[in-house]
């Protein structure tokens, strides 16, 4: 099973910063990294797909890039409703391994 | 727009088994593969498995081989999940999600059923 690490596991910041979550394949899954937001009690919400292309209706304040096994999810400018937990994922093979989520915390 | 609705929260015991469904509307149901995904509280997120209706075979991960069964109704296009051999590390809130293209990652996910596993 491939393996998804995320770091870090906290990160704690202040409205209006840019902060980056970092998520590492333990083998090569091409671009083929997803980034989702979980708020308390919700399911998950798919952001970005493919390493880089933004969901329909996600703000362009969220970004991704990487390829290979090195994944960065970057937030350009944080707002309130952005505190939450967020989870990689790879969808390059079978099991579809989910990192073990960053929380992002109100400074 | 696919809207993915859960049964309710269940109460198990040790031993027994668990059969959650999650209806679907909107999309293309009988194409659509459909993913199961746990989380236990205050954890991760697990993938246990998913089926694509109109094949009707399902995949599951390795730690739940011959625990779990995936099926889909495709007249009713309702998706289930049953979990046997309950056990309380079970004990987790279980998504039914779909993904329009599996590369490309779950686009919708039900509500979320809560499994508790206790004596």
């Known amino acids: 099973d491939i393996q998804m690490t995320q770091s870090p596991p906290s990160l704690s910041a202040s409205v209006g910063d840019r902060v980056t979550i970092t998520c590492r394949a333990s083998?090569?899954?091409?671009?083929?990294l997803n980034w989702y937001q979980q708020k308390p009690g919700k399911a998950p919400k798919l952001l970005i797909y493919?390493?880089?292309t933004l969901q329909s209706g996600v703000p362009s304040r969220f970004s991704g890039s990487g390829s290979g096994t090195d994944f960065t999810l970057a937030i350009s400018s944080l707002q309130p409703e952005d505190f939450a937990t967020y989870h990689c994922q790879q969808s390059y093979s079978s099991p579809y391994t989910f990192g073990q989520g960053t929380k992002l915390e109100i400074k | 727009q696919v809207q993915l609705v859960q049964s309710g929260a269940e109460v198990k015991k040790p031993g027994s088994s668990v059969k959650v469904s999650c209806k679907a509307s909107g999309g293309t149901f009988s194409s659509d593969p459909i993913s199961w995904v746990r989380q236990a509280p205050g954890q991760g997120l697990e993938w246990m498995g998913g089926i694509i209706p109109i094949f009707g075979t399902a995949n599951y991960a390795q730690k739940f081989q011959g625990r779990v069964t995936i099926t889909a109704d495709e007249s009713t296009t309702t998706a289930y999940m049953e979990l046997s051999s309950l056990r309380s590390e079970d004990t987790a809130v279980y998504y039914c999600?779909?993904?329009?293209?599996?590369?490309?990652?779950?686009?919708?996910w039900g509500q979320g059923t809560l499994v508790t596993v206790s004596s």
């Open positions: 083998q090569s899954i091409s671009s083929y």
């Open positions: 493919a390493a880089s």
């Open positions: 999600a779909r993904a329009a293209l599996l590369l490309h990652g779950f686009d919708s």
